[in-house]
């Protein structure tokens, strides 16, 4: 079944659907992206994502010309058109179609495209994620939710050829990020996740885990930690509007704890789906 997306103000069959070859998202990556969960027919934090949107437009120059509101509107009636249950909303903005010259056109005229992605999502894990750790290669703005993805595409081109479902991203051993995800730890009784910086994306799933992470009992604490610190951690758990909150079970082959998902991840993965009934932590 054809998919019906959005492109520049027109619902269309995915087949029917096409930007230039001289949009600028196409020539130098000058473009934004989103990616928003549905569960169960809702948009979970849609606000959050839209907020991060508008940042990363900020960021980079680049005129939002939508407001928040027509924004929502067009991810419910992508939902609705696609009969979308579970999965994902993809939304790319980006600084439009001009001959190719590296400064900003003189006519500022966005191109917006945004599709379903449908996926199966269950609140219980039969088993956790591997992941497969490498080096860090991205740019010095990774706060910015670029489409300049190429960094992450041969990390998780090299964790999938490994087996794994997942990289794990270092910089000289400090951890920074999963190819798609925020990794957190929990050591004794803390919860660790590394502070913002440009260095790391703001995670909107990390966000919203936030809100309630403190009713498992552990304490959040906010620092960066090392490749060998995830190793000896006993949970390693990963967050994105992808994977909810999902455990990881393996690093580079060697086990993370009993090697079976943990009790804190699941228990987080829980309240998570809780609140998506509601639309998420976050509204
Ligand atoms: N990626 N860090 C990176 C590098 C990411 O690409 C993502 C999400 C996250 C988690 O952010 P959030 O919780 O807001 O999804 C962290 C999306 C899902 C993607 O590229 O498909």
């Known amino acids: 079944m054809s998919r019906i997306v959005y492109v520049n103000g027109r619902y269309l069959p995915e087949h029917e659907a096409s930007v230039s070859i001289f949009d600028r998202g196409f020539l130098f990556a000058d473009a934004i992206y989103e ?6 027919g809702k948009l979970i934090d849609v606000g959050a994502h839209l907020a991060r949107l508008e940042r990363s437009c900020r960021e980079i120059k680049l ?5 928040g509101d027509e924004l929502i509107a067009i991810h419910e009636e992508l939902i609705e058109r696609n009969g979308l249950v579970d999965g994902g909303i993809y939304l790319q903005v980006t600084r439009g179609a001009a001959d190719r010259n590296f400064t900003f056109p003189a006519q500022r005229k966005p191109t917006l495209v945004m599709f379903t992605q449908a996926r199966s999502i269950a609140r219980k894990v039969s088993r956790g994620y591997t992941l497969k750790s490498v080096p860090d290669l991205r740019w010095a703005r990774r706060d910015i939710k670029s489409t300049a993805l190429l960094a992450q595409v041969l990390a998780k081109q090299a964790a999938a050829e490994a087996g794994c479902d997942e990289a794990l991203m270092h910089e000289d051993g400090v951890v920074t990020e999963g190819g798609s995800s925020t990794i957190w730890i929990v050591k004794g009784r803390s919860i660790i996740s590394r502070p913002l910086s440009a260095k790391v994306l703001a995670g909107i799933t990390r966000q919203a885990v936030l809100t309630y992470v403190e009713e498992t009992g552990f304490t959040f604490e906010e620092r960066a930690f090392t490749l060998q610190e995830a190793l000896d951690a006993d949970e390693v758990i990963i967050t994105a509007a992808t994977a909810m909150v999902m455990p990881a079970t393996e690093i580079d082959g060697h086990p993370i704890g009993d090697g079976q998902p943990g009790p804190v991840a699941l228990r987080l993965r829980d309240i998570y789906f809780d ?3 509601r639309g998420g932590a976050l509204g």
Not at 35 to 40: E, G, H, K, L, T
């Open 35 to 40: 990616v928003s969960a549905v569960i169960n």
């Open 275 to 277: 609140l998506a009934e």
């Open 63 to 67: 005129e939002l010309t939508w407001s």
